[in-house]
């Protein structure tokens, strides 16, 4: 037998208009299920204007408007952050838009990060004009180069920021070796660990201090939703210099009589919630309640998808290595990699599913741009998008897409060239992506001449 609720109020009488809005809804049951629930609400009804009033001065935790916060968001932000080993996550609405909170919750107008010049095109953007517009500089350095790093930091220095695993070359970042450089400094390493993903790779076990991840790629992992997170890993003591990071020590407004560290230092994380009543509040990148759910979705299949992915991702390179039309693969896997070694301390359960590989170049700018084209074009299984961590195998070409705003010479330290190819292998037979790149690939003539390369491409 089913019972049915009781009622918490009486049922005052009402018309039809108000029925239809209305009737058959509490906003104070909560339903048993089996998994999250999406929870599309843009507001919260308040049990009285007292409890609103405790929630809004940050005296109270709970849920106020979706801009900030959402039931269903929270659930996503618990699970990446267990999965990270962190103390708080944000759920932001893209990859971009966790890069931005994290650094903007660090560093203010006239202040400084150094990040390295290895990063996906996009997050170079953001940094260099964007960042610059705000008033906040950032000092580019090749990831590789410790010096370089130890030689960027500055006193106004906020923050050093890299990928685990850059895009798209899969440079493996030494991270035990740049966290040292940033305790040295006495500020916070964040990683952007989109493509490790916390399965390959915790970053908080090699020193990193915060994480953020852009969920649309392997998280979400079926190219539906966008969306990004940011994790507070618990490992940096903003109080130890606290004349630093006032947004977090000193008086905060939102927070009536105290700082961000006295409400939340012992329950939570002081930056996190800096990161939402500030960041996420002010400049709104939401994540919604469907996509956290869609993100959630995926979760749960993560270290499935990631070995196949991986697996099937260093089959593709081997075979690739060894076509004569190659002429090199970038990636951590192979023994030719010199970031092997890197990869085998750091990902010890699997290299990376993205990664790039060379054709033999012309020479000619517009050649080269043709020879990729053409290969491109006689792919059929694997598809020409500019995303990655997708179940479907995806290529791109960073020098015209992803990666078209750089210079030729950040191109160059970027170790992108006008016939570097980016994939992004999904969760399809390795078989049936490896025969498409030989498709591909045996039509384009074994040589490294430059000009028996250009008269093929031109005729």
Excluded: C
Aim: charged share 20%; glycine share 8%.
């Amino acid at each position: 037998m089913v019972s049915m609720p009781e009622q918490t109020r009486p049922a005052a009488p009402r018309s039809f208009a108000t029925a239809q809005i209305q009737a058959g809804f509490d906003s104070g049951v909560a339903e048993n299920t089996a998994v999250p629930s999406i929870h599309q609400s843009n507001g919260f009804e308040f049990r009285s204007l007292t409890e609103a009033r405790e929630l809004f001065a940050l005296r109270k935790d709970g849920n106020i408007y979706s801009r900030a916060a959402n039931p269903t968001v929270l659930v996503f932000e618990k699970r990446v952050a267990e999965l990270e080993g962190g103390i708080a996550a944000a759920g932001v609405a893209s990859g971009q838009a966790a890069v931005a909170v994290a650094l903007l919750a660090l560093a203010k107008q006239g202040e400084h990060i150094v990040a390295a010049r290895q990063l996906y095109g996009g997050t170079v953007d953001l940094l260099q004009d964007t960042f610059a517009d705000w008033g906040i500089e950032v000092t580019f350095v090749d990831q590789d180069d410790l010096d370089a790093w130890r030689a960027a930091v500055r006193p106004s220095t906020r923050a050093l920021f890299a990928e685990s695993i850059s895009n798209p070359i899969a440079q493996v970042l030494d991270l035990g070796a740049v966290a040292a450089v940033a305790k040295d400094a006495g500020v916070p390493l964040v990683i952007d660990n989109t493509v490790a993903t916390p399965y390959l790779q915790r970053a908080k076990d090699f020193g990193a201090d915060i994480v953020v991840h852009s969920a649309t790629k392997f998280i979400g992992g079926h190219g539906t939703s966008l969306g990004g997170v940011v994790v507070d890993l618990g490992t940096f003591d903003f109080t130890a210099q606290p004349g630093r990071w006032p947004q977090l020590t000193a008086t905060y407004p939102r927070v009536p009589d105290g700082s961000l560290v006295e409400r939340f230092g012992e329950t939570g994380s002081p930056y996190i919630a800096l990161v939402k009543t500030k960041y996420v509040h002010d400049l709104g990148p939401s994540l919604s309640a469907f996509n956290a759910f869609q993100l959630l979705q995926g979760l749960e299949t993560l270290d499935l998808r990631m070995q196949r992915h991986t697996a099937s991702a260093l089959a593709v390179a081997r075979f690739l290595e060894a076509h004569p039309a190659v002429a090199r693969v970038h990636h951590p896997g192979l023994d030719s990699s010199p970031w092997r070694t890197q990869a085998q301390t750091y990902l010890p359960d699997g290299t990376s599913s993205v990664f790039a590989f060379d054709l033999h170049a012309t020479g000619d700018p517009d050649a080269d741009f043709r020879l990729v084209e053409e290969l491109i074009s006689r792919l059929q299984v694997i598809r020409l998008v500019a995303n990655i961590g997708d179940a479907r195998s995806l290529v791109a070409h960073p020098a015209s897409m992803t990666h078209s705003h750089m210079s030729p010479t950040q191109l160059a330290e970027a170790h992108i060239g006008p016939t570097t190819v980016r994939l992004s292998i999904g969760l399809e037979d390795a078989r049936d992506i490896v025969d498409d790149l030989a498709r591909a690939l045996d039509r384009i003539p074994a040589t490294a001449d430059s000009t028996e390369l250009a008269e093929s491409v031109a005729g």
